[in-house]
């Protein structure tokens, strides 16, 4: 579908804007980021803090972007110059969020590379039924040692993505979206089943059920909110960009609470599959950024029938990074189509292939998607979120605001909503903030 400036393009239905945000939401934060950052953070403890912030943080900033989208109708940029006149200082906040997509698509679509290399690995027999952790590990080892094979998927995972997002609002965001949520939530349910039926995998519910307060410290805290943010695809204008194709008479509200209530029980989900097959097959649960790459199938070639199990766990991995990954480009895409006119193919096009050539920087240099992945979570996106509450919760006519809580327990929503967003949003995400200056290891080493 053509987008032109004066007629854009809108969800076609009120579940269209859900399944997409979803799609946005749920990805390599869910089962990649979630499960690992639990693990190294002790399990229960952290889980607790990630879901106080969903509450705290994610729930009112989330409708605060769905709000500006839709009250705007344009893309992150756009959107402030909308509410806040044409030479809004708030543009700044916007342009982060651009330059936020950039690097967050750049390393992500490495990542999901690494899917599409088990993908292939699974098919060609490189996993075998009985391997173990060892074997795994060296074969993911080699993966990413590899120029060449990271290389190719991560160019396969930036072509598909650039595909979907060429073909439009429509026919491609919402489409792909409502195809693959299901399939999505069918596998982890599989196995989670399969996990907690395996002899020791209580070990692993206790580890995400039983807090234990000895490993809280601020950094746990910290972790977990940056957790949130990205998991959410929240302050960079991802939320902000569906927003502005949802319809004038659907609620910002209760659409963006289906949208965390989804994210946030995915990622349980693949905390429930994670962690009892962790145990179950005497792995650690603190294995970092590689748990899902290297214990899993490890857990995985246990199983009968395991490389097909491990061939499905990355085919929804990566339908799953693919549904972020065009939310991800859609930022920028629409950001090029609205404020220069410039057509959705060339725009798809010319990105897509610029965060190919920033990403293959992680194929070669080892801590470089460390780089970028710090910079969004301790910078980048944090910063994005304080001053989006700022905005929304300060500046944003109160009118508009109110509009979008109608019909939902209106004068309490809109008052938590409002003392959220104006004070304990910007308050907690200003912790986030001065924890990546350092300012906190600081306190806590002496
Ligand atoms: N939320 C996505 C995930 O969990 C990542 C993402 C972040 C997508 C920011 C868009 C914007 O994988």
Not at 88 to 110: C, D, E, R, T
Not at 196 to 204: D, F, I, K, S, V
Request: with cysteine.
């Amino acid at each position: 579908m053509a987008e032109t400036q004066t007629s854009r393009s809108h969800w076609g239905s009120r579940i269209g804007f859900i399944l997409a945000a979803a799609g946005s939401a749920v990805g390599l934060g869910n089962i990649w980021r979630f499960p690992y950052m639990a693990g190294e953070n002790g399990g229960s403890i952290f889980i607790l803090l990630y879901l106080a912030c969903i509450l705290f943080l994610g729930l009112p900033i989330i409708v605060a972007e769905v709000m500006l989208g839709k009250a705007s109708q344009s893309n992150p940029v756009g959107a402030f110059k909308a509410l806040d006149g044409p030479r809004s200082p708030w543009q700044v906040v916007g342009f982060m969020g651009v330059l936020a997509a950039f690097v967050i698509l750049s390393f992500y679509s490495v990542v999901a590379g690494w899917c599409i290399g088990f993908i292939y690995k699974s098919v060609t027999g490189v996993f075998q039924p009985g391997h173990s952790a060892e074997e795994v590990a060296a074969i993911f080892g080699e993966m990413v040692g590899s120029v060449r094979t990271q290389g190719l998927c991560h160019g396969l995972f930036m072509i598909l993505t650039v595909g979907i997002v060429l073909a439009g609002v429509r026919r491609g965001l919402e489409r792909w979206t409502e195809i693959l949520m299901p399939v999505l939530i069918i596998l982890l349910l599989l196995l989670v089943g399969y996990g907690l039926t395996r002899p020791g995998a209580m070990a692993g519910l206790e580890f995400m059920l039983k807090p234990d307060p000895s490993k809280l410290t601020g950094r746990t805290v910290l972790d977990a909110m940056g957790q949130c943010f990205f998991s959410l695809s929240l302050g960079m204008g991802a939320m902000l960009t569906y927003g502005s194709y949802m319809r004038r008479e659907d609620r910002a509200v209760g659409s963006s609470f289906w949208v965390v209530v989804m994210d946030t029980g995915i990622a349980l989900l693949a905390g429930f599959a994670v962690f009892p097959m962790v145990f179950a097959f005497g792995q650690q649960p603190d294995a970092g950024p590689g748990l899902v790459f290297k214990t899993m199938p490890a857990a995985f070639l246990q199983m009968p029938g395991g490389t097909w199990v491990a061939l499905a766990f990355f085919i929804l991995l990566l339908f799953a990074a693919l549904t972020s990954a065009i939310s991800l480009l859609e930022v920028v895409t629409a950001y090029f189509i609205d404020e220069f006119g410039m057509s959705r193919r060339t725009a798809a096009v010319m990105f897509g292939a610029i965060c190919f050539l920033m990403g293959m920087g992680c194929v070669y240099g080892d801590g470089y998607l460390g780089f970028l992945d710090n910079l969004q979570g301790n910078f980048l996106l944090p910063v994005g979120a304080l001053f989006i509450s700022l905005f929304a919760g300060w500046k944003l006519d109160r009118q508009i605001a109110q509009v979008e809580f109608e019909g939902q327990w209106y004068g309490v929503a809109f008052g938590a909503w409002r003392w959220c967003i104006r004070i304990a949003a910007p308050l907690l995400v200003l912790l986030v903030i001065l924890n990546a200056w350092g300012l906190f290891d600081r306190l806590f080493q002496g």
